[in-house]
């Protein structure tokens, strides 16, 4: 009998797997939203179970799920208040940007403007954002839906995570599940850094480029450290590109030395120094793989996979690198050696 039910459980185990494949190739459009609400579950998950030996688990999901959503618009409202209210300094910033290199080899790749859209720059901005965002929402129902999903996954991933994963593991050898539960341990503490060091990295750009704005005499050094801020939550280019566009200004406006300052030490001070060290050493510390490692997954996931690979990257090699040690420990082992050569 016992072939027969290997046989059954291989057949359900299949079957199981077609059915995953099918959800993944059918809703292929939401896996972004579940994959960034697996994220941040995983990432919250030990503030649940803290909060979980107080509350009721469902207090706690519940807790943590409206925590979430208010920061989200938080962190949406302060930024939109403050981009608004000084809507009319970005858009003479931008306005003498492009006048400024107008007859120069940087013109093909800034924008370019009517003379009507240029007499009323802040309202141009307006409507380029908005046609951003429309392009990025051009299908308003799924977008609402995808919200939906992305709060009820996480709300879920949080009350239920433990159980599907004891779930899946708990059919495994026992050699099995501690790798397993290892690779688990590190896919976790990878998704966890990386969300938190993200998060303090903008922060720590911020309150660094207040002072350092503050110094170089600009009119308003907040909305300055702000845009810095905003851009360091995009991976890998966004605060780079933000300097360049900040000296690229001073050089439209004839002032060199600020232009010069800004690359020359607003650079590594604000963005360098946190991408090619806080950034790798803080996460390489909690993943306990080198920080080079970490980097190459954060390089090799954005620009092929979107803003997704800021995740998946970086958790694939640590897999990979932790995989690779597992392995090799494992074919260290002199049952298991013993085990091969019986089978040989």
Request: proline fraction near 5%; include cysteine.
């Amino acid at each position: 009998m016992e072939p027969i039910t290997v046989i059954k459980n291989r057949t359900l185990f299949f079957i199981v797997c077609a059915i995953y494949l099918l959800c993944i190739v059918v809703f292929w459009p939401l896996v972004t939203v579940v994959i960034w609400s697996a994220a941040i579950a995983i990432a919250l998950m030990p503030l649940h179970k803290k909060l979980s030996k107080v509350v009721k688990p469902t207090i706690s999901v519940t807790f943590l799920t409206v925590w979430v959503l208010l920061v989200i618009l938080l962190v949406l409202m302060v930024a939109a208040t403050i981009l608004y209210g000084n809507i009319d300094r970005i858009g003479v910033m931008v306005a003498s940007l492009v006048h400024g290199f107008k007859n120069t080899g940087l013109a093909s790749v800034l924008p370019t403007f009517t003379e009507a859209q240029f007499s009323d720059m802040p309202e141009t901005l307006v409507q380029l954002l908005l046609q951003s965002l429309l392009s990025l929402t051009s299908n308003v129902m799924q977008s609402l839906i995808s919200i939906i999903i992305f709060f009820l996954s996480l709300s879920m991933l949080l009350f239920y995570g433990e159980q599907i994963w004891k779930a899946l593991i708990m059919s495994l050898s026992v050699r099995l599940v501690t790798a397993v539960e290892k690779m688990a341990e590190i896919t976790a503490n990878t998704i966890y850094a990386l969300i938190i060091v993200q998060i303090s990295a903008a922060m720590i750009s911020f309150l660094l480029a207040i002072p350092f704005f503050f110094f170089l005499g600009v009119d308003d050094p907040l909305l300055y450290a702000t845009l810095i801020g905003l851009a360091m939550l995009i991976p890998l280019i966004g605060a780079q590109i933000m300097i360049l566009f900040f000296a690229l200004y001073f050089l439209s406006i004839g002032d060199a030395g600020n232009a010069g300052i800004t690359l020359l030490v607003g650079y590594p001070l604000l963005s360098g120094w946190i991408d090619f060290y806080y950034r790798p050493v803080m996460m390489g510390k909690r993943v306990a793989i080198p920080p080079v490692m970490m980097m190459i997954g954060i390089f090799a996931g954005v620009p092929f996979t979107g803003i997704v690979g800021f995740i998946v990257g970086p958790v694939l090699v640590a897999l990979a690198v932790t995989g690779t040690k597992i392995l090799g420990d494992e074919m260290k082992d002199p049952e298991l050696l013993a085990e091969t050569r019986d089978q040989a």
